[in-house]
């Protein structure tokens, strides 16, 4: 190959349809259940992952999703109930008959059951409880008594450890001898005598030694142990920034007790991401199996709020009737300042609000982040101030007309950037959650600001 050839790496390919259902597979099974045909149905349900089988059932209505479950029977895994979105999941476990259930629920492992249980009523609780053997419904039992959202209900009880001063014999030997290792782990903690982690072994590691190798030369540089009241969300976010798979959970006496996996951390990480999402959008959590009734519920709350800061922006424009009545001009234009700046400052919220979840913003930077959303705000209202100030020249004909939008326009930009910005930090140390509450302050911010300060300023220079 000559020196001046060019090497052309193979463009990215993307495919809306990547890893979902295919439509005609879901008809298939429809059909199936339509027809009654339970062994056509289990052919059909056999290859699919948990996960594409979750999907389906959210998906489709509530009357098709009774005759599946019904029709599929004792075939119903448990991992389909995990995988389930929480909204149907009471729904999808009332379904099943009491031997179906408790068939599913037996070869979960104790994280997967109280995530199963912690939401459902008390009459489906203890029909899970009651399925399991003695010893995993005590300790999913002792998890529940730990708070929510905590490590004490992230973690599985269901732990590999072994004492420091083996070796890498003794441990693949005791491997090997065990009839209760959990399905899926990735480490052997290291615990002391008094049953306290002292560090982790990966697998890979272990395998690749010698049996007289010494446990302790394996161990992981990056180790963090976990209390078991520790936020689940710092919990997601230490696996995030530390890059680990998996850490053990020690008590109030660092005793360890059980150990949280990366995709358990990680479904919280993806939670919290999607709640900050909904949350800006004032539609908190909801899902597309919602009823009307329930989806009305919800959003209806923000709805009001928008409508008091509607009112207040409303108020501002009143007191400058008679200046509107004089410029119609001014009724044609100020929207547009209330709405160019009311886009900066989600602009500036949304970077504001996911770099407090991700602990970016802290209070060494945060002063910088502020001063930078502002001159963004000043530079970005420059450039737009100098298109509307062309715009009144323009379309107006009038050189003050333009002015005094192009000066609003500044203003209302820069305190977009700043309101944007301030607002979220300060909610956040008061102990208000900055995604659910910044938006409709933002809003009232920018309107208020920008009607004030276009109609003020027209009524200085204009009239």
């Not at 298939?28 to 339509?34: G, R, T």
């Not at 149907?88 to 995530?115: F, K, M």
């Not at 990735?186 to 002292?198: E, K, N, Q, S, T």
């Not at 990056?222 to 976010?237: K, L, N, S």
């Amino acid at each position: 190959m000559s020196d001046d050839t060019e090497v052309l790496a193979p463009e990215t390919e993307r495919d809306d349809d990547a890893y979902t259902l295919e439509r005609k597979a879901v008809a298939a099974i429809l059909y199936a259940v339509d027809i009654n045909d339970r062994e056509k149905l289990i052919e059909l349900m056999e290859p699919l992952h948990a996960a594409d089988i979750a999907d389906m059932l959210e998906q489709i209505n509530a009357f098709d999703r009774m005759r599946l479950i019904k029709l599929y029977g004792k075939e119903f895994d448990g991992e389909i109930l995990t995988e389930l979105d929480e909204s149907i999941r009471e729904e999808v476990i009332g379904l099943l008959t009491p031997e179906v259930l408790a068939d599913a629920v037996r070869e979960l492992d104790s994280d997967d059951v109280v995530d199963l249980i912690e939401d459902l009523e008390q009459p489906q609780q203890d029909a899970i409880l009651e399925a399991l053997e003695d010893s995993d419904r005590v300790a999913v039992q002792q998890s529940m008594t730990y708070p929510e959202y905590s490590a004490g209900r992230l973690m599985q009880r269901e732990v590999v450890m072994a004492p420091e001063h083996w070796n890498v014999g003794e441990a693949i030997d005791f491997l090997r001898d065990s009839d209760n290792l959990p399905d899926h782990f990735y480490h052997i903690v290291l615990v002391d005598p008094r049953l306290r982690p002292v560090g982790n072994v990966a697998l890979g590691k272990l395998m690749a030694a010698r049996r007289e190798v010494m446990l302790t030369s394996l161990m992981e540089e990056t180790f963090h142990v976990i209390p078991v009241t520790r936020y689940d969300g710092d919990v997601a976010y230490a696996f995030n920034q530390y890059h680990l798979i998996s850490a053990p959970v020690v008590d109030e006496n660092d005793r360890l007790i059980g150990v949280i996996t990366i995709d358990d951390a990680m479904a919280v990480l993806d939670e919290e991401h999607e709640e900050d999402i909904l949350r800006l959008a004032g539609v908190g959590e909801s899902s597309l199996s919602d009823s009307v009734f329930e989806t009305t519920k919800q959003r209806f709350p923000w709805l009001a709020v928008n409508l008091v800061t509607a009112v207040m922006a409303s108020l501002v424009i009143a007191q400058f009737e008679d200046a509107i009545t004089t410029v119609v001009a001014l009724a044609v234009l100020m929207p547009i300042v209330a709405s160019m700046g009311g886009n900066a400052g989600t602009q500036s919220l949304t970077v504001a609000v996911r770099a407090l979840a991700t602990k970016d913003l802290t209070g060494a930077n945060v002063f910088r982040v502020i001063r930078r959303e502002v001159m963004v705000g000043l530079i970005n209202g420059l450039a737009f101030a100098l298109v509307m100030g062309i715009v009144g020249i323009v379309w107006f004909g009038s050189p003050a007309l333009g002015y005094v939008i192009a000066s609003a326009m500044v203003i209302n930009m820069v305190v977009a950037g700043l309101a944007g910005t301030v607002i979220p930090v300060v909610l956040e140390k008061v102990g208000v959650d900055p995604a659910l509450a910044s938006g409709a302050f933002v809003t009232t911010v920018t309107d208020v600001v920008g009607f004030f300060a276009f109609l003020g300023l027209a009524v200085l220079v204009l009239l």
